[in-house]
């Protein structure tokens, strides 16, 4: 459970439902989808709210817009800041735009190109920086010691609220579920999705990288990691959960699944067959987590919140691929 002082700075269901409202007329209602060969092999009705199909190709305009609108009702105007993977700075400096304002976004030098143009064509303006969370922390203080405001990407009151309503319109689409799989990366959307799960009697679920696998390490010694050196094909999972965000899952979460890599190419691949949709492996934590305890799900009628599809096909190829096998054919069909 969270500490009094920190329960006063967590958003409830009802700021979902309020945020919602603020967002409508700048998000999508994405489709949920649903395969029945893919529910004969999990042993489930497994459906696929499909965020990859949102504005920016991710849910994170939902809580970005939020934020940016929140600060337009305070009467806060000026230029904001935040540090991102690319969905976040994408998303926010969308959001920035739309309400006359400009995004500064602290990148990881590894960040994808794709992402990195999607940042820039949106109107952001970029600054890299290495490849771990402190350094994207230090480039952050440092756009704030020049006066814009802070928008973080997950660690955040309005960011969280913003990202429940994914769930909240889910629920909204199929009310019957029964659960709900979440990724698990700085832990805004399961931190959102979480909230409003309980709330109608949901259960939730995370599914997390091995290789950024600090939330799951965080729960099982109960108190949050603050350092990991990530190593996954997921680049959108690869930051700290925050504490907001740590605290929500901590209460509400029933678990973390943790996947290989692997594990992931082949959701990735999966999804493409049943779906025929790209999806970023950051997507693909929650095939990959239903796929490999399917005992925790048979039977129910689940959701998984498909974050994110801003991957371009060659990239896809290059990273779904599995290594070839010793005759040199490759193990894709």
Known sequence: MPDKALACELPDFHDIEQAAARIRPYVRQTPVLQDVALNDSLGCQFLIKCENLQGGGAFKLRGAS??????????????????SSGNHGAALAMAARLDGRQAHVVMPENASAFKIAAVRQQGGKVYFCPATQAGREAGMEALLQLGYTAIPPYDHFDIIAGQGTACLELLQQVPDITTVITPVGGGGLIGGTALVASHMGVVSVGAEPEGAADTACSLAGGKRVTEVEADTIADGLRALVGVRNFALIQQLVERVITVSDAEIRQAMIDIFRHFR?????????????????????????????????????????????????????????
């Open 277 to 333: 949709l790209l999806v970023e492996p950051s997507s693909a934590v929650v095939l990959a987590a239903a796929r490999q305890q399917p005992e925790h799900f048979r039977g129910r009628k689940i959701a998984a919140i498909i974050s994110g599809g801003n991957i371009t096909p060659e990239d896809w190829i290059k990273t779904s691929q599995w290594e070839r096998n010793a005759s040199g054919s490759a193990m894709i069909e």
């Open 66 to 83: 939020n934020a940016v609108a929140r600060l337009r009702e305070q009467g806060s105007g000026g230029d904001v800041a935040t540090h």
